[in-house]
């Protein structure tokens, strides 16, 4: 079982910078991935980034490619998200998750970040 934990988020205007948290914890070493995804409201929820274990090689979404940034410190055991240039439609309930087996079996409860314009 691996727990996550987010934090970070809230409310800023257009153009603001926000950085998300997740901090992982329990059986984590066979863990192959750590990801973002988000949820808007009435929207499915939908892949932002993900970075592979070893934090040598991260994929981005189109929509956030160049704006947010995606990281992991092993020695905290936690994941990031940088969101810079944020806009009204990055609004949504961001997740962190984590891969084991090729599927993303863990996920956290999730944080929400709302972008005004």
């Known amino acids: 079982q691996v727990e996550l934990v987010e934090s970070g988020g809230g409310l800023v205007r257009a153009g603001d910078s926000l950085r998300l948290s997740c901090a992982a914890s329990?059986?984590?070493?066979?863990?192959?991935?750590m990801g973002w995804f988000r949820q808007a409201p009435g929207a499915e929820r939908e892949f932002v980034a993900r970075?592979?274990?070893?934090?040598?090689?991260?994929y981005y979404t189109d929509s956030v490619n160049g704006r947010f940034t995606i990281s992991r410190d092993s020695a905290k055991n936690t994941l990031y998200v940088q969101m810079n240039s944020l806009k009204p439609e990055d609004t949504a309930v961001y997740y962190c998750?984590?891969?084991?087996?090729?599927?993303?079996?863990?996920w956290g409860q999730g944080t929400q970040v709302t972008v005004s314009s």
């Open positions: 970075i592979n274990w070893i934090g040598d090689t991260t």
């Open positions: 998750a984590a891969r084991q087996g090729g599927s993303w079996n863990y």
């Open positions: 329990g059986r984590t070493f066979a863990t192959t991935a």
